[in-house]
């Protein structure tokens, strides 16, 4: 097996000039993992839901940076009234 | 050509570009390195995305000639001006989170173009017309596919690691960014941080276990075939989810501190307060400064005057409370002139990093045409022993003209001081105040505040 340091690999394949550090890649994967296993529990669960009520289907959000920044706005000037 | 030491000395980690100077405006120099990448930018519809969001800096292309290295370089843009460069260590806590937001929600609509955020430093973030903006165009990098975020470990530094340590630890802890400019440790924040928030799973995996794991991998070679293909988009998607809803959750309520009801207790009646303002309006006016700072600005009560004026304005506040109330206003009116920022006079920020030249010092960052120090002089002189002279000579360093207050014995908030300590400042009088300040200034104006011990003067360097 070919094996190379996490940092030539990346510094190789992504031009990247940040050390990503080794633990910092693996957790991603582990959360990924756990994070991805809590979608499909969710997407699962709504699936059964569907079969019982007939909703309407929820596009995935989709967050735009200005939208982000303005509903950010927006709570915190509600919490400052 | 230009000389390389017009480089700008905070720019030079990143191998795919570096700013630069030229009669007294910024440029960015794209390498040829990055010519796939930038093009991949402008041309996938990302930046034009972002741009009309206004969330990363517009920049335009310029004449390739002006590169101070030509045998790399691919481009030459001209970013816009940002009115004034802030650092992390200097926002409040919502200026920090609306920042995290902002990257995140950067990161994740690159993916959506087919690209990466490679560089998730806070550093990238600046307040511009009041709001978070993204200035570094060169942070984005084609997405491979099942690759890990590489500026995962850096956002989780920077961002996750300080709000954290702020919301739920104590918000002194900010200083920490300070100490560390490439974010704080997460071993060092794991430890701080109260044992309860193990029990936060977005606290736990992010910063917890992400430490434990550093500290399992360090020394150890990873290979490519470990992490190539192992993680999905989607789940890519899930990460910066998580990691989104963990920063919102994060909260630091209305902080009540020292200066914070400053405005309920004070020595001026609604009349003397209007009238003070309308001083300093006059005064603004008479000097017609292209950029104002506010020393000790509070919540920016007359720092407003300047700002509403639309004169770029830095209210500067030791206070973070005062500065999060201030910064809560900007966001609420949609405030364009007005960036609040953490400092202490006593101890401003300094020049930091390599060659003590990656992050300027306040003091570098002007010289202005106006500083305002109002209601601040009696706790330079008395609280911290600052003689006079030193005050002044402080204050013409930073600007062409001050607007200052002084605030004598007879003063109750003067008197509140002395009450715990022996009087050792015999010089501190009006008299010795005009002594001392006519060392380096020309006296404009001097005007009393009606209704009140005060009087507020207008000078002009000399």
Known sequence: ?81 | MIALNEKVSGSFRDPSGFMFKHDGKLYRQVNQKYQEEYDMLMSSGLYEQLNKSRTLVAHKEVDLSLAPQPEIAYKVIQPETIDFISYPYEWCFNQLKDAAILTLAIARRALKFGMSLKDASAYNIQFHRGKPLFIDTLSFEKYEEGMPWVAYRQFCQHFLAPLALMAKKDIRLAQLMRLYIDGIPLDLASKLLPATTKLNFGLASHIHLHAKTQKRYENKEVSQEQVKGRISKSALYSLLDSLLSTVRSLKVETIQTEWTDYYEDNNYTQDSFEAKRQLVRTFIEKVQPKKVWDLGGNTGEFSRVASDLQIPTVCFDIDPGAVQQNYDMVKKKNEKFMLPLCMDLTNPSPDLGWHNAERDSMQARGPVDLVMALALIHHLAISNNVPLIDAARYFADLGENLIIEFVPKRDSQVTRLLASRVDIFPDYTLEGFRDAFSLFYDILTEERVPDSERTLFLLMKK
């Open chain 1, 1 to 81: 097996m070919n094996f190379l340091s996490i940092n030539e690999f990346v510094q190789g394949a992504t031009r990247t000039y940040l050390d990503p550090g080794s633990g910092s890649m693996i957790i991603q994967l582990v959360l990924g993992a756990i994070l991805g296993l809590g979608v499909f529990v969710r997407l699962f669960w709504k699936n059964i839901k569907n079969i019982f009520v007939r909703g309407k289907e929820n596009s995935e959000e989709d967050l735009d940076p200005t939208a982000v920044v303005e509903s950010t706005m927006e709570s915190s000037s509600e919490e400052s009234k």
